[in-house]
């Protein structure tokens, strides 16, 4: 890896028109209108009063996987997606025309054995008004890029969890063609979809990907801690544990405190948890 360059990576603006079709097909992906029990949900995925589920901000105006580009230098076959943070300054529209922009925020040397940890944001603004609608930060893991003499830290902590039992939790399926329905909103990735790339990568069958189950636990907090009103979420933040695969149930084990929200996520059919360290911050 060259660290000047990826320190110093020029991101394109991104200008994405999405509509009430791309909204809709996003909160399918997520599983909402999967269960008939589950008629709060109609509201992310019906025409008539639409809301925008505020985790679709995540795949709106991306600058595409510039990481797998031979121009980054980064040994993409050992890149993992740490951690994801997401501030919403405003309610995303339900359809609309919005603009990307990146930037890198920092580069750790975490020593040759360990890997690198790359930072970088993306705001999300309204075209037609300039408003800021969402602001980006991802944590990626490139553990092939360690040991190129940079600095180890400062790093930020991670969230701490309660000890205490969860106060409430929320359980909700996935599909076995969630991913494949996921992805049309634009991750393309084939470890999603392919069986034969998945089991190159050491699965043994194509996982979910990573911002699904983000979003998924995005649902739950909102279904258990806004009254189910997306408006209220502000912020959210995880740490990616492990992988989740589409038919499993993702239960997200939640802490209430006032307008912060701690919660992990973890598969309920192998007891492993997916998502750690989550914080969520409520209007």
């Known amino acids: 890896m060259d660290p ?5 990576w020029k991101f394109r ?8 079709r791309d909204t809709i097909l996003y909160a399918l992906g997520l599983g909402c209108g999967a269960e008939a029990s589950d008629a709060e949900d109609l509201k992310f995925v019906y025409e008539k009063g639409l809301v925008a589920l505020p985790t679709m901000a995540v795949v709106l105006a991306s600058p595409g996987n510039w990481l797998g580009s031979k121009d980054s230098t980064v040994d993409y076959t050992k890149v993992l997606h740490g ?5 919403l300054h405003q ?7 919005v603009v990307g922009q990146g930037r890198i925020v920092d580069l750790l040397d975490k020593g ?3 890997g690198a940890v790359l930072y970088a944001e993306r705001t999300i603004t309204d ?17 092939g890029d360690g040991g190129f003499g940079g600095k180890p830290g400062p790093q930020p902590q991670p969230h701490p969890l309660p000890e205490s039992p969860p106060v409430t939790r929320v359980d909700i399926k996935t599909h076995l063609n969630s991913a494949l329905i996921y992805r049309l909103s634009g991750d393309w990735n084939p470890l999603h979809a392919d069986p034969q790339v998945a089991k190159a ?17 995005g649902r739950a907090v909102v279904r258990a801690c806004c009254g189910g009103d997306p408006a209220r979420l502000k912020s959210l933040q995880v740490r990616f544990s492990a992988p989740v695969y589409p038919g499993e149930t993702i239960r997200t084990e939640i802490w209430p405190q006032s307008n912060r929200v701690s919660f992990r996520a973890r598969v309920v059919e192998r007891d492993v ?6 914080l969520a911050m409520l209007a």
């Open 13 to 20: 603006t991104v200008e994405h028109t999405y509509t009430e």
């Open 4 to 8: 000047d360059k990826v320190r110093n």
């Open 201 to 217: 990568g050491g699965f043994k069958t194509p996982i979910l990907h990573g911002l699904c189950t983000y979003g998924v636990a």
């Open 127 to 143: 075209k037609a008004t300039g408003a800021l609608i969402a602001t980006l930060t991802s944590a990626a893991m490139l553990r």
């Open 91 to 97: 309610p995303l529209p339900s359809s609309g025309t």
């Open 112 to 114: 040759k054995d360990k």
């Open 83 to 87: 951690e994801q943070y997401l501030i």
């Open 273 to 278: 948890v997916v998502l750690n360290n989550g």
